[in-house]
Structures are given as structure tokens and as C-alpha cells.
């Protein structure tokens, strides 16, 4: 049992190019969200989905799109990187109520 | 606004010395108040979930207790082992069942 899977775990972009982080979950879970973390920081929600086909901005969304085509998947697509957009971006999933998340491990992005 | 904040931002201690940390939040509607543990380079591991005032919970050295403004996290004897950051975050009654976290406290055990 995987949990939930984060790709790339590193990556630098330049400023100005995009890219799409991928999150995966095998618990059939269908709460999915995105945070961002910067250093000594708390997580600031990104996007979250309570189903396929379902998606809504959290606290942090400019820069960033999500899509939610299958239960399974909860790609962040990130257009023309910024500086700013430096940061560990964490994704989890939950059954929903009273469930903690389950977190992956992260993807560590630098934008220079 | 949801907010949450914990305190102190950094704790040492040494190996066998209690100690507590702190978890204030404002929300309207509070459903469920979260621990994380989060180690180094890893993503947050869920400890606790609390529901109502007076509740509290344990695992190994860890207690977490909440009242209706704060909750904490007490560490017994901590060994070495229990260095991490730890995080809070509650859970109002908004739709999508979504985490507020606070700043975290980064906890270092001293043998």
C-alpha cells in the first residue's frame, strides 16, 4: 500500500517555464488537496477536490492550476514559475469527517 | 479567517525533560483540532485528532489535551527520537474538510 506518491521529489525551473507536479493516492480516498511550504512556515492551502471532476481554490491559488479527472489523481500544473513559487509542495488525501490526512513526501521546488 | 498559532517556534530540551507546547487557535464552528509530527525532509504524520473541550488523547510520551481557545501537546521524558516539528492545524465547519496549521514548533531532544 503506496499511500500517496509525489513526482519529481527535486526540481529546479527557470523563470518563465511551467510545470506539473504529480500526486497519486491508492486509498480510494476523495478529499485530495495541495498545500505549500515555506521555510519555518506553516502549510498554506493551494487547491483542494472532494471528488473527481470537483475543484475549488484554497488560501493560495494564483500561479497555480489543478485538475481532478480520476479519484486517483490530483496533478498541480504551475505556469510561467516565479520566484515566489519556491517552495516544498506537499499533497494529501483523506476519507473526509474526522480522518487526518495522509501526506506524501513532498516535491522540493526552486525557481531561479 | 480561520487562525492558528503555536508556540514557542523552537523548543531544546534535554533527554528526560517534560515539556509542553502551546496551540492557540480562532475559528468559528471548530470541528476537529489535528497534531502532525513532521520530520526533516518528510511530510507531516498524523498523530491526534481532538473534538470537544476537556478531551485528551496519548501516544507513548505524547498527551495532547484542548480547551476552547488552545490545545498542547505535552512531551513526557522526550528521548532523542521525539525531535521533529510538531503542527497543529484545525478543521472549521467549511466545506472540503480543510486544514488550518499553524507555524509549527520545531522540537530538538538533547541525549
Known amino acids: 500500500n503506496a499511500g500517496v506518491t509525489q513526482t519529481p521529489k527535486f526540481r529546479i525551473l527557470k523563470i518563465g517555464q511551467s510545470m506539473t507536479l504529480q500526486c497519486t493516492q491508492d486509498?480510494?480516498?476523495?478529499?485530495m488537496y495541495w498545500y505549500r511550504q515555506d521555510p519555518g512556515m506553516g502549510l498554506k492551502l493551494i487547491y483542494y477536490s472532494v471528488g473527481a471532476g470537483i475543484t475549488d481554490k484554497g488560501e493560495v491559488p494564483n500561479g497555480y492550476n489543478v485538475s481532478r479527472s480520476t479519484t486517483e489523481d490530483f496533478p498541480l500544473r504551475l505556469e510561467l514559475a516565479a520566484p515566489s513559487q519556491t517552495s516544498v509542495y506537499f499533497c494529501?488525501?483523506?476519507?473526509?469527517?474526522?480522518?487526518?490526512?495522509?501526506f506524501g513526501s513532498g516535491t522540493r521546488l526552486t525557481v531561479v | 479567517e480561520d487562525q492558528v498559532t503555536q508556540s514557542p517556534e523552537a523548543l531544546r530540551l534535554q533527554e528526560g525533560e517534560s515539556s509542553s507546547l502551546n496551540c492557540s487557535y480562532t475559528v468559528s464552528g471548530l470541528r476537529g483540532l489535528f497534531w502532525y509530527r513532521q520530520d526533516p525532509g518528510k511530510g507531516p504524520e498524523f498523530l491526534f485528532t481532538?473534538?470537544?473541550a476537556g478531551e485528551e488523547k496519548e501516544k507513548e510520551r505524547l498527551k495532547a489535551t484542548l480547551t476552547k481557545k488552545e490545545s498542547f501537546l505535552h512531551i513526557t521524558a522526550p528521548k532523542p527520537e521525539d525531535s521533529a516539528t510538531y503542527l497543529c492545524?484545525?478543521?472549521?465547519?467549511?466545506?472540503?474538510?480543510?486544514?488550518?496549521f499553524g507555524g509549527g514548533t520545531r522540537v530538538l531532544v538533547k541525549p
Open positions: 492545524a484545525v478543521q472549521a465547519g467549511a466545506a472540503g474538510n480543510k486544514l488550518t
Open positions: 486509498m480510494n480516498h476523495n478529499y
Open positions: 481532538l473534538y470537544s
Open positions: 494529501a488525501s483523506s476519507l473526509g469527517g474526522y480522518d487526518g490526512y495522509t
